[in-house]
């Protein structure tokens, strides 16, 4: 949830040419920012997705084995509706993943394989905001947010991970911000309205996550639910839907 009575939103910084987002699963993209990523890739910026798992343990009815390979394949036609074609993926086990070096490390790795100049990633605190009673947030949410903040450094200093210049991946120092979607403390945000029905597609892709998730019909369900996130902090945007954004310069 966001705090609406909280002040203007500022635009998102534009002087940057490549981006690397970075989450737990398939669809968190798609719930968070995908109308931002739409605009971002219509004007000529690379965005890289790089998620910590395949999501297969998102739905009870299909085996992890089932469940992985069929999430990766609705990520990455998702990924390719609003111009992301390149989408890798960790191998974290989904839903234990743990905060600590291995993470940071993955994540350290991945910057410097990219060479971003913005890095993107979901909530990475206790809830999803909004004072008492707000949902609670997941620990695989928290442990690639938080890790992504600190691997933002990680991958900049070569004392830190010294085995992944013995791998050819040279420190990256260029991250200057890292963007956090869905926070309850939005500093930035994007105008969501040109990418709006791109990112309605987009989630739409994780059609199999959708009907497991919910009865309702799904294409119902996304362009209510995508409507509304982008609606909430509308007043503080200039009345334009808005993807928000905490942005922490480095």
Request: with cysteine; hydrophobic share 40%.
């Amino acid at each position: 949830m966001i705090d609406t009575h909280a002040t203007d939103l500022l635009e998102m910084p534009g002087d940057w040419q490549r981006a690397l987002a970075v989450v737990a699963h398939p669809d968190d993209l798609e719930y968070g920012c995908a109308a931002a990523v739409a605009d971002w890739t219509d004007a000529g910026k690379e965005v890289v997705y790089v998620l910590a798992t395949r999501g297969e343990a998102g739905i009870d009815s299909l085996a992890p084995d089932v469940c992985g390979p069929l999430r990766e394949r609705e990520q990455r036609d998702s990924a390719a509706v609003v111009g992301v074609d390149r989408v890798e993926f960790l191998d974290h086990r989904d839903g234990v993943i743990e905060y600590g070096l291995g993470l940071r490390r993955d994540i350290a790795a991945a910057i410097r394989r990219h060479r971003p100049e913005l890095v993107l990633t979901l909530n990475h605190r206790d809830t999803w905001g909004g004072g008492p009673g707000a949902p609670w947030n997941t620990p695989d949410h928290l442990a690639v947010g938080r890790a992504t903040l600190d691997a933002a450094a990680d991958a900049g200093n070569r004392w830190i991970f010294p085995e992944l210049t013995e791998q050819g991946l040279e420190p990256w120092n260029g991250v200057r911000w890292v963007a956090v979607a869905a926070s309850s403390t939005p500093t930035h945000a994007v105008d969501a309205g040109p990418g709006l029905d791109r990112a309605i597609r987009s989630l739409l892709c994780h059609r199999a996550y959708i009907e497991a998730l919910t009865d309702q019909d799904p294409e119902e369900y996304v362009r209510s639910f995508l409507t509304a996130a982008t609606g909430r902090a509308s007043d503080r945007f200039g009345g334009r839907p808005a993807v928000t954004f905490e942005l922490f310069a480095r």
